[in-house]
């Protein structure tokens, strides 16, 4: 068996996903409380048990809330680079010394037969990242919490059989909205969120013939809905593309509820 993944949660009120293989099995954040993440994987047929560690693109709540309690209670290794740990020093709670392993920018590690790899993307927070993995020939990239799609990003992500993708929010929502300026303005400028327009924008740089679904993920609650996100980032995709050219599948993610298992190799 090759790559497989599901969505736990995705979106400003908590994010999580598993990925695995036979022989790999990893966390990316942990972002619902422990409670949650436990029911969400008996719903898929695993226990928290079964993960070899978690990997955490970076320090804000919605990524790290039950970080701490799913981690000591399964004694779980926690992989982070050295800022983001100083960041999460003062909000997990206390974790093994044996536990608490840096990885670096740019690092790949092995777990099993599963290759992960982060990369820097652009957040306001201490050194986020995104993820890739990968197992023989195939690939999976987990692109969230971008405030725009560096050239950089575009170049990890490129040519992924399967991509989970930012589509935080419809601007004109966004903007018509009740947040406060300064909180609309951190989402849009550069290390904010990506919008439905930039993830369309940004999608047709990145996707190859290889690439068969792409999961909008870390949609608001406030300012977008899962309909328009669809059919804007399809609109951005269909004004840039030939006729004849290769278009993903466009899947949903949710944030009260996981996806099914998708299995990379299927296809």
């Not at 497989?4 to 999580?16: E, Y």
């Not at 972002?31 to 693109?57: H, P």
């Not at 392993?101 to 740019?106: A, E, F, L, Q």
């Amino acid at each position: 068996m090759g790559i497989r993944f599901c969505v736990l949660g995705s979106g400003s009120t908590g994010n999580a996903t598993v990925v695995a293989t036979e022989e790999g099995k990893v966390l990316i954040d942990a972002g619902l409380s422990a409670k949650k993440i436990d029911q969400l994987l008996k719903e898929r047929g695993m226990s928290a048990s079964e993960l070899d560690a978690i990997v955490v693109t970076h320090e804000h709540a919605d990524h790290i809330k039950g970080l701490g309690a799913v981690a000591r209670k399964y004694d779980l290794p926690v992989y982070a680079n050295e800022k983001t740990w100083a960041e999460l020093d003062r909000q997990i709670g206390e974790i093994a010394e044996e536990k608490r392993c840096v990885m670096k920018t740019g690092e790949m590690l092995e777990f099993g037969s599963l290759q992960v790899e982060s990369y820097g993307i652009s957040h306001d927070a201490a050194e986020p990242v995104g993820y890739c993995f990968y197992h023989e020939e195939e690939k999976l990239s987990v692109a969230t919490d971008l405030g725009y799609m560096s050239s950089k990003v575009k170049e990890k992500i490129q040519d992924s059989d399967v991509l989970v993708l930012e589509s935080n929010h419809d601007i004109e929502m966004l903007r018509m909205g009740r947040y406060p300026w300064n909180i609309k303005r951190r989402i849009l400028s550069d290390v904010g969120h990506l919008s439905n327009e930039a993830a369309g924008i940004g999608l047709v740089d990145v996707m190859t013939a290889k690439t068969k679904r792409v999961y909008l993920a870390h949609l608001s609650r406030d300012h977008n809905l899962m309909d328009l996100a669809r059919l804007t980032v399809n609109s951005m995709v269909e004004e840039r593309l030939a006729p004849d050219d290769h278009r993903a599948k466009l899947m949903d993610t949710y944030h009260d509820r996981s996806t099914e298992w998708d299995v990379l190799k299927d296809d």
